[in-house]
């Protein structure tokens, strides 16, 4: 009796716990610290936890470090720059890996994001470096630059 009334303790936690938004699956992963607070900046959290569906192409902190800390420092205080820049990363639709196709790509910002797949997947000049971190509105593909739009 007492395994069978743990059991079921067990499948109620498990039906209570629900997916989590791109923003929830990207800060849970700890190493997206530097995009949740620019999201946060941007006034972007509550786009990305809305229905989507999306596809966020997603800068790593190091990705961050990688941009000047002044640059930085400038773009976050920018939030109309800032906002293009950010939503340059997301792509209407929930695009899984064994989707990608080479060629140009509309971005939420409007412009259009160069994807290449000849030796490995690269979006501008960024490397895909993990892919199909699913959410439950959409998908997070992980990249080691930050892209800006032109």
């Known amino acids: 009796m007492k395994k069978l009334l743990i ?3 067990v499948a109620t936690a498990s039906l209570a716990v629900h ?3 791109i923003v929830d699956t990207a800060v849970a992963a ?3 610290n530097t995009l949740a607070t620019a999201l946060k900046a ?8 809305g229905t989507g569906p999306f596809t966020v192409f ?3 902190d190091a990705a961050f470090a990688k941009v000047p800390k002044a640059q930085l420092d400038a773009l976050l205080a920018d939030k109309a720059k800032l906002t293009k820049v ?6 209407p639709g929930k695009v899984m890996a064994a989707d990608v196709k080479a060629g140009q790509v509309k971005t939420v910002e409007g412009a259009m994001l160069t994807v290449r797949t000849d030796g490995g997947v690269m979006v501008d000049g960024a490397k895909v ?3 199909d971190i699913v959410a439950d509105n959409g998908v997070i593909h992980v990249i080691d630059s930050v892209v800006i739009p032109q």
Not at 42 to 49: H, M, P, Q, S
Request: aromatic share 6%; glycine share 6%.
């Open 7 to 9: 059991a079921a303790a």
């Open 58 to 60: 997603a800068p790593t």
């Open 42 to 49: 941007a006034g972007l959290v509550d786009t990305l936890k």
């Open 19 to 21: 997916a989590k938004d």
């Open 30 to 32: 700890g190493n997206f």
């Open 129 to 131: 470096t993990a892919t």
């Open 86 to 91: 950010l939503t340059y990363h997301v792509v």
